[in-house]
C-alpha cells in the first residue's frame, strides 16, 4: 500500500535511511535489509525482497515507520493526560511541566526535543489536563507514558493520571463485600 506524499513534504533516501523533511520538522528513519523503498509519482513505495516471516514482518513495520513520519511532519501528534484527584495540579513553569499529584514534594517533568507541553483545567470538573505535541509519535507516546507512570490510576478511587477516553476499572471496596458476623 503506497504513501501518498502531501504538498511540502520531501522523502529522500540514502545509505538505507530515509529521511522525511516537512512543514513541522525532520524524522529520519533507518530502512532495515531486505526492504527496498522507493519514491515514484508523490508517493512512497515499500517492497520487501521475499516472502519470508521476518521480510513481511519489517515490510509492515516500515511502511507504518515511515507513513507515521509523513503525517508527523505534516500534522504533528497530540496526547492528553487528565489530572484526577482532589488538589492534584498542574503548570507549566517555562517549558516544564510541575505536577502536585499527593506526594510531599512536586514532580517536574522537563520536555524531551522536540516535545512541547500545554496545561489547562476544564471549566465544568476544574480538573487539570497536560497536552503533549510533537511529530514524533513514537517520542509523544513514550512522555506520555512517563508522566502517567509518575501517578497510575488506582483502582479504588480512579485517582491519578489517566489518557484521555481511557477506562480505569474500578474495584470495589471493603465495605461492599457484606459485612455481617
Known amino acids: 500500500m503506497p504513501i501518498?506524499?502531501?504538498?511540502?513534504v520531501q522523502v529522500t533516501?540514502?545509505?538505507?535511511?530515509?529521511?522525511?523533511?516537512?512543514p513541522k520538522g525532520t524524522l529520519t528513519e533507518k530502512i532495515p535489509e531486505g526492504i527496498s523503498v522507493t519514491i515514484a509519482e508523490g508517493q512512497v513505495v515499500v517492497e520487501r525482497a521475499?516472502?519470508?516471516?521476518?521480510?513481511?514482518a519489517l515490510h509492515g513495520l516500515t511502511r507504518s515507520l515511515l507513513a507515521n513520519h509523513v503525517h508527523g511532519v505534516t500534522q504533528g501528534y497530540e496526547r492528553t493526560l487528565d489530572i484526577v484527584g482532589v488538589g492534584y495540579r498542574a503548570e507549566?513553569?517555562?517549558?516544564?511541566?510541575?505536577?502536585?499529584?499527593?506526594?510531599?514534594?512536586?514532580?517536574?517533568?522537563?520536555?524531551?526535543q522536540g516535545i512541547s507541553f500545554e496545561v489547562g483545567q476544564d471549566t465544568n470538573t476544574r480538573q487539570f489536563y497536560v497536552i503533549i505535541r510533537g511529530v514524533d509519535k513514537q517520542l509523544v507516546g513514550q512522555?506520555?507514558?512517563?508522566?502517567?507512570?509518575?501517578?497510575?490510576?488506582e483502582p479504588y478511587k480512579g485517582k491519578g493520571v489517566h489518557y484521555r477516553g481511557?477506562?480505569?476499572?474500578?474495584?470495589?471496596?471493603?465495605?461492599?463485600?457484606?459485612g455481617g458476623f
Do not use: C, M, W, Y
Not at 521475499?50 to 513481511?56: A, G, K, M, S, V
Not at 506520555?144 to 497510575?152: K, L, Q, T
Not at 480505569?168 to 471496596?173: D, F, Q, S
Open 4 to 8: 501518498p506524499l502531501p504538498d511540502g
Open 166 to 178: 481511557e477506562v480505569v476499572r474500578r474495584k470495589v471496596g471493603k465495605s461492599a463485600v457484606g
Open 143 to 153: 512522555t506520555a507514558a512517563d508522566i502517567r507512570a509518575v501517578r497510575p490510576p
Open 13 to 22: 533516501l540514502s545509505n538505507s535511511q530515509a529521511t522525511v523533511q516537512g
Open 50 to 56: 521475499t516472502e519470508q516471516r521476518r521480510h513481511r
Open 92 to 112: 507549566l513553569i517555562g517549558e516544564n511541566v510541575h505536577l502536585q499529584l499527593g506526594f510531599s514534594h512536586g514532580v517536574e517533568v522537563q520536555p524531551r
